[in-house]
């Protein structure tokens, strides 16, 4: 395999997983990224560096974000993030892979993409939950906050430096893991 194809797959792991904090945040930041040059896309999603996507994605990514911001449309844009983030995981993991088969492509961005997009977001709903829970909904806007930075911040880290971002979601992934399965087994 090569490094080119590698890197690529390390940056859609990176996006993917930031998917599942934000669902049009790493969305924005491929489209900025390729419309200046600094990503290249998978074959047939060129389209996503294009002026018109990225001012859709701005607009999404501004209207999700101040959505969480907002009581109740806080706990419905919840309601919708699981599946979304998944669909999301899977377009930025196959958008973001180059130098594979499109069978490969698509499976990988299926199965790693939506998976790590929707294990991240199962995470993210188990803190909302257990904010809503102990704050009475009051810190709901500080976990709002660390999921919105997370997304940009592993984002940004998977354009300029995928290996650092996989590391980061690496660790993601073991915390999500260790969290949710801590609850699972308290949970009759």
């Given at each position: 395999m090569e490094s080119e194809t590698i890197v690529s797959i390390l940056v859609g792991v990176a996006l993917a997983a930031a998917c599942g904090f934000r669902v049009f945040v790493p969305l924005l930041v491929m489209s900025i990224a390729s419309y200046a040059g600094h990503l290249s896309l998978g074959s047939g999603f060129e389209w996503m560096g294009t002026l018109?996507?990225?001012?859709?994605?701005?607009?999404?990514?501004?209207?999700?974000?101040?959505?969480?911001?907002?009581?109740?449309?806080?706990?419905?844009?919840?309601?919708?993030?699981?599946?979304?983030?998944?669909?999301?995981?899977?377009?930025?993991?196959?958008s973001s892979v180059v130098g594979m088969s499109p069978f490969l492509q698509w499976t990988l961005a299926i199965?790693?993409?939506?998976?790590?997009?929707?294990?991240?977001?199962?995470?993210?709903?188990?803190?909302?939950?257990?904010?809503?829970?102990?704050?009475?909904?009051?810190?709901?806007?500080?976990?709002?906050?660390?999921?919105?930075?997370?997304?940009?911040?592993?984002?940004?880290?998977?354009?300029?430096?995928?290996?650092?971002?996989?590391?980061l979601v690496a660790v993601v992934l073991v915390v999500s893991i260790r969290i949710l399965y801590k609850k699972l087994i308290r949970t009759p």
């Open positions: 018109p996507a990225l001012v859709a994605f701005g607009v999404a990514t501004v209207v999700e974000i101040a959505g969480y911001y907002i009581p109740w449309v806080d706990h419905m844009l919840d309601v919708i993030a699981t599946p979304a983030a998944v669909v999301a995981g899977s377009i930025a993991m196959a199965i790693a993409g939506g998976g790590i997009a929707g294990l991240v977001q199962a995470f993210t709903g188990v803190t909302r939950i257990t904010s809503s829970v102990s704050t009475g909904g009051s810190g709901n806007p500080v976990v709002s906050t660390a999921e919105a930075g997370g997304a940009v911040t592993l984002s940004v880290l998977a354009i300029l430096v995928p290996f650092v971002a996989a590391a």
